[in-house]
């Protein structure tokens, strides 16, 4: 999900990379003239299993006007490993963010790409987050729970001048969801219902 | 991951909740020790596959002293729904957030009610973040790229009070990594090679 309006007069028309790049147009021109059909709820349930292992669902969200079910009904489980005495039957919480960072960035590329008149060859990227667990092990106050820092890199190819290679990245930065969540932060409020 | 020391002196020493409780503690004590312990890199790698999808493999990270590799390589893919022109074969990167959030809150309520000696019956939550892509779709430079709030919800039972259960999600939530990133953000530098 990315700004891909720019440059707008010279957008294609054809599908390219994968992406309906008429339809992606035409849906953000639709946006244009119903403000309100940008409003989207996302949503996700959680159960704990036990110990440090949970399982997440995604299956529906709220958009466009209406709510739409996903083809599928996503399931996720999360736990911490062994070296933090769980039992390893997912990644941790924290490295779902790095999921969504890079997928988000990499998304806007194929939008962004397409609108453009790029054809992509690979997209590929790596991520880390530097953690010291003192903060949520709770043996520190001056170390914070989450990562310190985050750092990606991208490895892009397609038919353009690298320039306009490293522009795409930049442009699908400057647009991405999860990198703006993840820089900047979103107040999160917590309710607790004792059953 | 979470504050689990309190109240120290009176934690049980017996596993509980599916949490191997001295362990537990007994690794709290060696990162006290040992503060370079603490410091975790975790990692991950994305592929673009087309359009906007892409998949991203989580198998191993450093910390407590060396590299770790998962038990399993996970891998988990991500999309746009069709009502944003993608062609829906994972959920939407930014739909991963609120797994992450779920899910590291409650590993945390596990955690810690072991160390309280509560025994847990049941966590559940329901977690959604509000959205206008207008900001995404770059239709408004007022609107933020991000989810404008989050909220979560806890439904927990367990052979406690009920304010005794209340206070192990509020102290989770004080420890949470993921709760900490999302609300107060996090440097997170972009690197791009053009191949």
């Not at 054809?14 to 309100?36: D, F, Y």
């Not at 960072?101 to 990227?125: F, K, W």
């Amino acid at each position: 999900m990315a700004e891909v309006m720019a440059p707008a007069p010279r957008a294609p028309k054809e599908p390219r990379n994968g992406v309906n790049t008429p339809v992606l147009l035409a849906t953000i021109n639709a946006v244009k003239e119903t403000p309100s059909l940008a409003r989207f709820r996302f949503r996700a349930t959680n159960r704990w299993k036990e110990g440090t292992y949970s399982e997440t669902v995604v299956e529906a969200f709220d958009g466009a006007g209406g709510e739409h079910a996903h083809q599928t009904q996503f399931r996720y489980g999360a736990d911490h490993p062994a070296v933090l005495v769980g039992n390893d039957r997912g990644p941790t919480p924290i490295e779902f963010l790095l999921h969504g960072l890079a997928a988000c960035i990499t998304a806007g590329i194929g939008n962004i790409a397409a609108a453009r008149g790029v054809n992509l060859t690979s997209v590929e990227s790596r991520v880390e987050g530097d953690i010291d667990l003192r903060g949520i092990l709770g043996i520190s106050d001056e170390v914070r729970n989450g990562y310190e820092n985050i750092r990606i890199t991208f490895d892009i190819a397609g038919d353009a001048p690298p320039e306009k290679l490293r522009q795409i990245v930049e442009q699908s930065k400057a647009r991405s969801a999860v990198f703006d969540v993840l820089t900047n932060g979103v107040p999160v409020d917590v309710t607790v219902n004792v059953r």
